[in-house]
């Protein structure tokens, strides 16, 4: 290592709280403090949600457009998303349009939270003659199989009698067919990967509404009637296109949103983290810097099944790279990973007990650890 070390940040949002660039960019303000000539390198990261378009478009050079869609209650709202590639590819946030975060406590109610406003964002995307689209499908507050999105593309859920029965995912135990015939024909023409952190299938004990219900609103009783009305709208997309998706990886991604890219737009599932890292040509930047940051806004029990920190820790790991993780908090038992995954681990709620401090002041935290407890990374 020379005198003054490569180091790379290259790190996740702190989900609610602060961007993945705005914590790069904290943390290198921090080590900036310490040594102002130090060389510091930021690779702002998602594994395909929050972040996702700040960190392509931040990373290919693109450009910003906003656009006027429905949130997960039918609501007008404006959800940003990326343009890149010369205009030619868009990068879009499922959570712009239909994300948790778009609702109150009180407002969460997946039996009638509708992915609408995300095949709106398709269709603008469409509109601006994009040929292909990438979209993260992180932090929703749907459980509706991508109902909506196909219909606000075109597509229409019928009972016996051909009548429509809506977007709403409690009246799904009603279809009794789809009607492709009108969606928007320019789907066929592009390519559409979606980037998920997340391997559940659509239905049953590990699917969309039994691991993640609960946390969008729904009580037991709603989670048994959610899980049996996206089973017939597998049952009955599987009937019209002859083919099944239920037990895809990432189809119960988003309340199910996975299986209705795949199932109605012809989309690709990919891992978040993995579509990201080989984007940036993250592990050639690890190979050519000194000391690696991550981190992301909790890191728990589920950092260690492949979340962003460890999948860059790993990487850092192959190439003998220090690696450091700066967190918001940690639970207990993600300290184990001290020693097998992070070099050295630092949090903002070691200090600070105020969880509302700690989440509205992250950058003041994140620059004053990094001033205060990276020291010695400065002086080797």
């Known amino acids: 290592m020379t005198s003054r070390p490569h180091i790379l940040i290259a790190i996740d949002s702190f989900k609610g709280s602060i961007s993945s660039?705005?914590?790069?960019?904290?943390?290198?303000?921090?080590?900036k403090k310490i040594d102002s000539n130090v060389k510091v390198e930021k690779v702002p990261l998602a594994d395909g949600g929050e972040g996702t378009v700040e960190a392509i478009i931040s990373y290919a050079k693109g450009s910003y457009v906003t656009a006027t869609v429905h949130d997960p209650l039918m609501?007008?709202?404006?959800?940003?998303?990326?343009?890149?590639?010369?205009n030619e590819t868009a990068v879009l946030e499922m959570a712009a349009a239909s994300g948790i975060g778009l609702l109150s406590e009180d407002e969460r109610d997946p039996a009638?939270?509708?992915?609408?406003?995300?095949?709106e964002l398709i269709l603008d995307a469409l509109n601006k003659n994009c040929g292909s689209i990438i979209i993260?499908?992180?932090g929703s507050a749907t459980n509706d199989g991508?109902?909506?999105?196909?219909?606000?593309?075109?597509?229409k859920l019928l009972d016996y009698d051909g009548q429509d029965i809506g977007y709403e995912p409690q009246n799904f135990s009603k279809l009794y067919s789809i009607d492709f015939s009108q969606i928007d024909p320019?789907?066929?023409?592009?390519?559409?990967?979606?980037?998920?952190?997340?391997?559940?299938?659509?239905v049953g004990k590990n699917g969309a509404s039994h691991v993640y219900g609960s946390q969008k609103g729904a009580d037991k009783k709603m989670i048994e009637l959610l899980d049996a009305n996206l089973k017939h709208l597998a049952d009955v997309t599987e009937m019209e296109l002859g083919r099944s998706f239920r037990n895809i990886a990432g189809a119960g991604a988003a309340g199910g949103l996975g299986f209705g890219l795949v199932a109605f737009l012809g989309a690709r599932l990919q891992s978040g983290i993995n579509f990201l890292?080989?984007?940036?040509?993250?592990?050639?930047?690890?190979?050519?810097?000194d000391i690696v940051i991550t981190g992301e806004g909790k890191v728990d029990s589920q950092t260690m099944f492949n979340k962003l920190p460890v999948g860059i820790a790993e990487l850092a790991k192959k190439h003998n790279k220090k690696t450091i993780c700066i967190a918001g908090q940690f639970e207990k038992e993600a300290f184990r990973m001290h020693g097998e995954q992070f070099d050295e681990m630092y949090f903002i709620m070691e200090e600070v007990v105020n969880n509302e401090d700690a989440m509205s002041n992250a950058a003041e935290h994140l620059e004053r650890i990094a001033s205060e407890k990276l020291k010695h990374l400065l002086r080797n």
Do not use: H, Q
């Open 277 to 289: 890292t080989e984007f940036v040509n993250l592990e050639k930047k690890i190979r050519e810097s």
């Open 136 to 138: 993260g499908i992180g």
């Open 75 to 86: 609501r007008n709202v404006s959800a940003v998303y990326g343009l890149f590639n010369n």
């Open 21 to 31: 660039y705005d914590a790069a960019s904290a943390i290198e303000r921090g080590l």
């Open 186 to 202: 320019r789907i066929k023409n592009m390519k559409i990967t979606v980037l998920c952190d997340v391997n559940n299938p659509l």
């Open 112 to 119: 009638i939270a509708t992915t609408y406003g995300t095949g």
């Open 146 to 155: 991508g109902v909506g999105m196909a219909m606000a593309l075109g597509a």
